[in-house]
T-cell receptor, first 112, second 114 residues
Framework: RKEVEQDPGPFNVPEGATVAFNCTYS??????FFWYRQDCRKEPKLLMS???SGNEDGRFTAQLNRASQYISLLIRDSKLSDSATYLCVVTPLSGGYNKLIFGAGTRLAVHP | EPEVTQTPSHQVTQMGQEVILRCVPI?????FYWYRQILGQKVEFLVSFYNNEISEKSEIFDDQFSVERPDGSNFTLKIRSTKLEDSAMYFC????????????FGPGTRLLVL
């Protein structure tokens, strides 16, 4: 089983749409959770950390369910500039708590 | 805003040659990392470095790889004898000390081994 699994995508949505990405992780001891964004041929950039209580940053809402080992990202009112690959990322508790484990990513294409 | 820088942006080399990829982490950061991303695949952890030594390395980081912080600013990844399968984008990252601290990535070096 992959350590971090994401929706395969791509998601093609019109501007203004709401889109949700899902992610599951296999290591129950995972400690920290993030969503990163990666534009084509660019470096990953942190979009937001994910907290147990859920958190929101503008149009973006992240949720974490530790019991189900499930993470989600909701994007409301999609913009053309949201087009990118969204990476679900976890860090393990053991073996180096700062190592980032990446999912393969879900590609989002927002069209006019 | 402080950022991680990497040089070169692109490197083409012949199989069997040695390459050195260079990174300048954010100045007050204490943890340094290398990741790689083969075209079309996910980002993979290679190695983390703290207090002038490797704190963790992945199975990918075998004896042909080494890291060094030769001075107070640079952090390098050396591949001694490159293979075709080493062709990838190599990202350097740095973070402050502490659990869950954000890792900031450099723009990457695209390595092509012929």
């Amino acid at each position: 089983r992959k350590e971090v699994e994401q929706d395969p995508g791509p998601f093609n949505v019109p501007e203004g749409a709401t889109v949700a990405f899902n992610c599951t992780y296999s290591n129950s001891a995972s400690q920290s959770f993030f969503w990163y964004r990666q534009d084509c041929r660019k470096e990953p950039k942190l979009l937001m950390s994910v907290y147990s209580s859920g958190n929101e940053d503008g149009r973006f809402t992240a949720q974490l369910n530790r019991a189900s080992q499930y993470i989600s990202l909701l994007i409301r009112d999609s913009k053309l500039s949201d087009s990118a690959t969204y990476l679900c990322v976890v860090t393990p508790l053991s073996g180096g708590y700062n190592k980032l484990i990446f999912g393969a990513g879900t590609r989002l294409a927002v069209h006019p | 805003e402080p950022e991680v820088t990497q040089t070169p942006s692109h490197q083409v080399t012949q199989m069997g040659q040695e390459v050195i990829l260079r990174c300048v982490p954010i100045s007050n950061h204490l943890y340094f990392y290398w990741y790689r991303q083969i075209l079309g695949q996910k980002v993979e952890f290679l190695v983390s470095f703290y207090n002038n030594e490797i704190s963790e390395k992945s199975e990918i980081f075998d004896d042909q790889f080494s890291v060094e912080r030769p001075d107070g600013s640079n952090f390098t990844l050396k591949i001694r004898s490159t293979k075709l399968e080493d062709s990838a984008m190599y990202f350097c990252a740095s973070s402050e000390e502490g659990l869950g601290k954000t890792q900031y990535f450099g723009p990457g070096t695209r390595l092509l081994v012929l």
